[in-house]
């Protein structure tokens, strides 16, 4: 079984800066990938960034210069600094596990960016 946590959500000015972080823990295989992902109301949910074990990195061309995805492997944890944030970044976003064969989601963390 596998568990995803994810912490760092919030309210946050036009502009100003969030980091996310998604802690997993249970049966993770190497070569493994993390992501995150977004969904707003009454949208489908998107990815956002993603980072394979190995370190390789894709964006959303919506974040590309903005947002940051890194993870540490020892800690199995993967994180996402969002700077320059924007209206329409606010949405709930999920964490995702790909590993062995399968994809395992976080509960999801509230990102509202508002004046």
């Known amino acids: 079984q596998v568990q995803l946590v994810e912490s760092g959500g919030g309210l946050v000015q036009p502009g100003g800066s969030l980091r996310l972080s998604c802690a997993a823990s249970?049966?993770?295989?190497?070569?493994?990938?993390m992501a995150w992902y977004r969904q707003a109301p009454g949208n489908q949910r998107d990815m956002v960034a993603s980072?394979?074990?190995?370190?390789?990195?894709n964006y959303a061309d919506s974040v590309k210069g903005r947002f940051t995805i890194s993870r540490d492997n020892a800690k199995n944890t993967v994180y996402l600094q969002m700077n320059s944030l924007k209206p329409e970044d606010t949405a709930v976003y999920f964490c995702?596990?790909?590993?062995?064969?399968?994809?395992?989601w976080g509960q999801g963390t509230q990102v509202t960016v508002s004046s």
């Open positions: 995702r596990l790909r590993t062995g064969g399968m994809n395992y």
């Open positions: 249970g049966s993770i295989f190497s070569g493994n990938s």
């Open positions: 980072v394979a074990s190995g370190g390789s990195t």
